[in-house]
């Protein structure tokens, strides 16, 4: 009876130190990036919410489904192929996103829950200003990968910096189509 006892208290010890372990294992990425794009919001939400145009602005998020539907709604999804920055990328492959969107505000909100290589929350919101519109990315998310997600903790600088360098070409692509699509209309 006392070995059965004793079992017991050790397994119960075992999974509560697995869960104390574990949940300390899970790195999570709190991360906000800031673009100010000068035009106005109408030209920059379309930029960004038009699959097609994503293709043209931002080829480090490479679009891989498709499913041909234009119209941005609660619901939507979207998945990429996401390449990291050069100095990451001959350590590891790009890494695959599947975005659904779960709260839509034409040109105020968009939030999306992320799944796939990076599990988590985005929320991108929009504000327009003197300079342009100015954009908030609020990203929420830890690495799916038990290896990769515990290296995050020694790696953290290497994912920001790939993660920096990602919405970097984003914020100058965005800003070069813009550009061109508001000098095209004469805005």
Known sequence: MKAGTGAGIACAIGVAGGIVIGSRAVKIFDWRTEWTIPAPIPVVYEAMTSREAVREWWPDMELVEDNGDEDLQVGSTVSFRVHQAPEVARLAPPFRIHCLYTDVEPEKRLRETVNGDLSGVLETLFHERQDGTHITFSWYVRVTNPA?????????????????????????GLSEYCRRRTSAQGV
Not at 151 to 172: I, Q, T
């Open 148 to 172: 990769l997600n515990l290296l995050g903790y020694a790696a953290e600088r290497m994912y920001r910096h790939s993660h920096d360098s990602v919405m970097k070409s984003g914020e100058k």
